[in-house]
């Protein structure tokens, strides 16, 4: 346990949490020495497939094989054995994403007449509108948005990589009346709670849940979906495919590094495979065309409407 407390030390966020949830998965009673054994390799692929390996996720890293080596060179052959440990792979999920009534049952929860409703309708507006990941969103500054045309925001993404992402009219009118409510500085953020402070990511997840709870009436299959700050980033690009935005447009609209990540999207878009599945025609042993698309000239006459 002394070295994971000394890699937590080096560590922090989702680092020192995963280490300590898998120091508490293994169990104080169990050593190193007896823990890297064939009888644990088994006891690992017996599991469920996210349970250990989400908590490994951090000791297999490099870092953590020199604070090893650091402490006792004869831990090296320990390294090893973590690094022999197959990986279990389990079921992946498709992302997570609302259908277009759905999406404007959550929308139109929020009470215009309040300052704090108000706040929430640009917030859910402005997560629908960019399908930013929640950490850019609240990062966004005053300095960041352009409410003149052409309309579009500044947003770091991953490694600070920036980005510039168009608004809808309709997303830039509810952002200069949350503005118009209070001066801000250049740089501060534009979204806060009640006390005037940045609003933060569980203050984003009570409210969405609370306005879930009352969406589900209207559009009753939300009840079956696990929604997220983060859905919003899936639902807004199933729709923009939907609309027949090449995938290209929307890797750069979500911030992609590549397009393999925006083609699970792409997988995932029902409606498209739909659209697809009516445009063929099923053509069976023995079947005959219909007599009227065997008149070329009909079907001339058709092509030219």
Same mark, same amino acid.
């Given at each position: 346990?002394?070295?994971?407390?000394?890699?937590?030390?080096?560590?922090?966020?989702?680092?020192?949490?995963?280490?300590?949830?898998?120091?508490?998965?293994?169990?104080?009673?169990?050593?190193?020495?007896?823990?890297?054994?064939?009888?644990?390799?088994?006891?690992?692929?017996?599991?469920?497939?996210?349970?250990?390996?989400?908590?490994?996720?951090?000791?297999?890293?490099?870092?953590?094989?020199?604070?090893?080596?650091?402490?006792?060179?004869?831990?090296?052959?320990?390294?090893?054995a973590v690094l022999r440990i197959p990986m279990k792979r389990?079921?992946?999920?498709?992302?997570?994403?609302?259908?277009?009534?759905?999406?404007e049952a959550v929308l139109a929860q929020p009470d215009h007449?309040?300052?704090?409703?108000?706040?929430?309708?640009?917030?859910?507006?402005?997560?629908?509108?960019?399908?930013?990941?929640?950490?850019?969103?609240?990062?966004?500054?005053?300095?960041? +948005?352009? $409410?003149?045309? /052409?309309?579009?925001? #500044?947003?770091?993404? @991953?490694?600070?990589?920036?980005?510039?992402?168009? !608004?809808?009219?309709?997303?830039?009118?509810?952002?200069?009346?949350?503005?118009?409510?209070?001066?801000?500085?250049?740089?501060?953020?534009?979204?806060?709670?009640?006390?005037?402070?940045?609003?933060?990511?569980?203050?984003?997840?009570?409210?969405?849940?609370?306005?879930?709870?009352?969406?589900?009436?209207?559009?009753?299959?939300?009840?079956?979906?696990?929604?997220?700050?983060?859905?919003?980033?899936?639902?807004?690009?199933?729709?923009?495919?939907?609309?027949?935005?090449?995938?290209?447009?929307?890797?750069?609209?979500?911030?992609?590094?590549?397009?393999?990540?925006?083609?699970?999207?792409?997988?995932?878009n029902l409606e498209t495979k739909h659209r697809a599945l009516?445009? +063929?025609? $099923?053509?069976? /042993?023995?079947?005959? #065309?219909?007599?009227? @698309?065997?008149?070329?000239?009909?079907?001339?006459? !058709?092509?030219?409407?």
């Amino acid at each position: 346990m002394a070295v994971f407390v000394s890699f937590s030390e080096e560590s922090s966020g989702k680092s020192e949490r995963d280490t300590f949830m898998f120091a508490g998965w293994i169990g104080p009673e169990e050593d190193w020495a007896r823990f890297f054994t064939p009888a644990w390799d088994e006891r690992v692929l017996a599991g469920p497939p996210r349970i250990p390996y989400l908590h490994m996720t951090e000791i297999r890293s490099p870092k953590w094989r020199q604070v090893l080596a650091d402490k006792d060179p004869t831990w090296g052959a320990h390294c090893a054995a973590v690094l022999r440990i197959p990986m279990k792979r389990g079921p992946k999920r498709e992302p997570c994403s609302m259908d277009r009534d759905e999406t404007e049952a959550v929308l139109a929860q929020p009470d215009h007449r309040s300052e704090l409703g108000m706040r929430d309708c640009a917030l859910l507006a402005f997560f629908y509108n960019t399908g930013a990941r929640i950490s850019e969103v609240l990062a966004v500054s005053t300095k960041d +948005l352009r $409410l003149e045309s /052409p309309f579009q925001v #500044r947003l770091f993404g @991953k490694g600070r990589k920036e980005r510039i992402c168009p !608004l809808w009219p309709e997303t830039v009118h509810l952002l200069r009346v949350l503005l118009s409510q209070e001066k801000l500085a250049p740089d501060a953020p534009i979204f806060r709670n009640r006390y005037g402070k940045p609003l933060s990511a569980s203050g984003v997840r009570f409210r969405l849940r609370a306005y879930l709870a009352s969406a589900t009436q209207k559009a009753p299959r939300l009840a079956a979906k696990r929604v997220t700050p983060h859905s919003f980033r899936h639902t807004a690009a199933v729709h923009l495919l939907e609309s027949g935005v090449d995938v290209a447009v929307v890797k750069d609209w979500l911030g992609h590094a590549s397009l393999d990540s925006t083609y699970i999207y792409a997988r995932a878009n029902l409606e498209t495979k739909h659209r697809a599945l009516q445009q +063929l025609e $099923l053509k069976t /042993p023995g079947s005959r #065309r219909k007599a009227w @698309k065997q008149n070329p000239g009909l079907m001339a006459w !058709l092509d030219s409407l």
